[in-house]
Each structure stands twice: as structure tokens, then as C-alpha cells.
């Protein structure tokens, strides 16, 4: 989500930085990324949202949230959700430099 149309993310590692696997801009010069254990969270976070709304029901499309890692902070707004696909797009603040 860090541009006017969000891009997809692919799955990196073994990079001379960063060892283990995550999950990286399409963008090569973009560095917005998600670690796996903050993409954990960040799922169970936005299931837990699902729990109090109700499973069936309700459309979760645009829902906004942000999500505290150890050690990022993340907004994720849901850009797709249906009975088959939910698509997350995320903005690691953290990495960005962006305050708020
Ligand atoms: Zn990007």
C-alpha cells in the first residue's frame, strides 16, 4: 500500500540482509515488507475482528487496522474479502519512516 495502486508482494529470503523468509514489495525500490511473524499477527489480529463482527454477514472490504509487532508497526487494510479470497494490503510504518 505504498502507492496509489497497490502492488502485489512476493516471498524473499536468503537476501545478504535478511536471512529469513518475507514477504517484499514487487517494487525493487519500494522497502516496504512484512517479516512472517508480523504476517501472523497480523492475520490472527484481523481474524479476531471477524470473531466479534460474525463470520457471515458482514463486508469487511476497506476495513482498515493497525497491527503492533515487536518490532514494526503496521497498517493493513482489507482490499478484497469474499467466501474464496481476502487480500490484505499492508504498510510497515516502521520501515517507511512514517509517523502517526
Ligand atoms: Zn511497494
Redesign the pocket.
Known amino acids: 500500500m505504498?502507492?496509489d495502486e497497490p502492488?502485489p508482494m512476493e516471498i524473499l529470503q536468503n537476501l545478504e540482509q535478511i536471512k529469513t523468509p518475507f514477504y517484499a514489495?514487487?517494487?525493487e525500490h519500494?522497502p516496504?515488507r512484512l517479516n512472517f511473524d508480523d504476517y501472523q499477527g497480523l492475520v490472527l489480529e484481523f481474524i479476531k475482528a471477524i470473531d466479534e463482527e460474525g463470520y457471515f454477514g458482514t463486508d469487511f472490504t476497506n476495513y482498515t487496522y493497525t497491527y503492533k509487532g515487536t518490532r514494526h508497526k503496521i497498517k493493513a487494510k482489507i482490499l478484497k474479502y469474499s467466501g474464496s479470497e481476502i487480500r490484505i494490503g499492508i504498510l510497515n510504518t516502521t520501515v517507511l519512516g512514517i509517523k502517526k
Open positions: 505504498n502507492h502492488k514489495c514487487t517494487d519500494c516496504n
